[in-house]
Nanobody, 125 residues
Framework: HVQLVESGGGSVQAGGSQRLSCAAS????????MGWFRQAPGKEREGVADLYTGNGVTNYADSVKGRFTISQDNAKNTVYLQMNRLRPEDTAMYYC???????????????????WGQGTQVTVS
């Protein structure tokens, strides 16, 4: 099993920056991908960014390209999401996730991920 704990959420003004952290523990070496997802009230959960743990390749949703950066610190077993130039439409609950199947390589969809954190709220006003 993999345990994921997010931190770093909060309120920020539009145009500002915020960094989310996801501390992973457990059998993390079985994870093929680490991803960040978000869900706004009344909307479906959507992929924001993911990272293939094998080679470090990253992918981003079009809505965050050029503004968000996903990265990993293997020594700390932590994945980060640096969010810059935040917009009100970025307001959502943000979730860290880990995938042990290779489905995550084909698409950044919630169904490809099998371990989830509890989420951290990001509010942009």
């Amino acid at each position: 099993h993999v345990q994921l704990v997010e931190s770093g959420g909060g309120s920020v003004q539009a145009g500002g920056s915020q960094r989310l952290s996801c501390a992973a523990s457990g059998y993390i070496h079985a994870s093929n991908c680490m991803g960040w997802f978000r869900q706004a009230p009344g909307k479906e959960r959507e992929g924001v960014a993911d990272l293939y743990t094998g080679n470090g390749v990253t992918n981003y949703a079009d809505s965050v390209k050029g503004r968000f950066t996903i990265s990993q610190d293997n020594a700390k077993n932590t994945v980060y999401l640096q969010m810059n130039r935040l917009r009100p439409e970025d307001t959502a609950m943000y979730y860290c996730a880990a995938a042990t199947s290779f489905a995550c390589i084909r698409s950044m969809t919630p169904s490809a991920y099998n371990y989830w954190g509890q989420g951290t709220q990001v509010t942009v006003s």
